[in-house]
């Protein structure tokens, strides 16, 4: 079963600490996607890559930063984590050529307190 | 960019049928998009229909496309506990890129 795999359900972690969120798929997708959800809000736009060691802001990028360095893995970085950062943050993948018969994929996602 | 509404929440007796409307602003959006996404899980796509369709039926699900109006609806017949969860409107905008309603969150009364 395809799958995208985040690395921890669960986080608490104090303000101005360094938060990596950790994800993994195997599908061999070119593209990946980091969402925030938050209610009412819907899923925002963090960054986005479509392909290996590049990135792009998507909607909300500040305080945030990305790391590529293989096509499987899309880590999401918070630099100094501060308590608007709480949230539940969702990876995606997709493929070049299958995005728009297949839309994305998601993880589970990983909701982080930051206290 | 492209905006997408949705209303908040949905209430619906099991049995009968729902129905999610969802606006967008983008014309040119070809590929719109239902998720679901049950409590503590990540999202998971229902179904979606290309835009040069009015209509696209799979099983329960009939998903309505009103192009000129920018109006999309997903309608659940039968609607079950199961099924209680939000639902997510997304239209594809430039660069295969999806952009995310706010969700509906349908409670289904037993």
């Known amino acids: 079963d395809v799958k995208v795999t985040q690395s921890s359900r669960y986080l608490v972690k104090r303000t101005g600490e360094k938060v990596f969120l950790e994800c993994v798929q195997d599908m061999d997708h070119e593209n990946m996607f980091w969402y925030r959800q938050d209610p009412g809000l819907g899923l925002r736009l963090i960054y986005f890559s479509y392909d290996v060691k590049m990135k792009e802001k998507g909607d909300i990028p500040e305080g945030y930063s990305v790391s590529r360095e293989k096509k499987e893995r899309f880590s999401l970085i918070l630099e100094s984590a501060s308590t608007n950062q709480t949230s539940m943050y969702l990876c995606?993948?997709?493929?070049?050529?299958?995005?728009?018969?297949?839309?994305?994929?998601f993880g589970s996602g990983t909701r982080l307190t930051v206290v | 960019g492209e905006d997408v509404e949705q209303s908040l929440f949905l209430s619906v007796r099991e049995g009968d049928s729902s129905v999610i409307n969802c606006t967008y602003t983008?014309?040119?959006?070809?590929?719109l998009y239902w998720y679901k996404q049950e409590p503590g899980a990540g999202l998971q796509l229902l179904t979606y229909?290309?835009?040069?369709?009015d209509m696209k039926q799979d099983q329960r699900l009939t998903v309505l496309l009103n192009k000129k109006d920018k109006h999309l609806s997903l309608r659940i017949a039968d609607t079950q506990t199961g099924d209680s969860a939000i639902y997510f409107c997304?239209?594809?905008?430039?660069?295969?890129?999806?952009?995310f309603g706010g969700g509906t969150r349908v409670l289904v009364k037993p």
């Open positions: 229909i290309f835009s040069n369709m």
């Open positions: 983008d014309s040119s959006s070809t590929y």
């Open positions: 997304a239209p594809i905008v430039a660069g295969n890129k999806l952009t």
């Open positions: 995606a993948s997709s493929s070049r050529t299958g995005t728009v018969h297949y839309g994305y994929t």
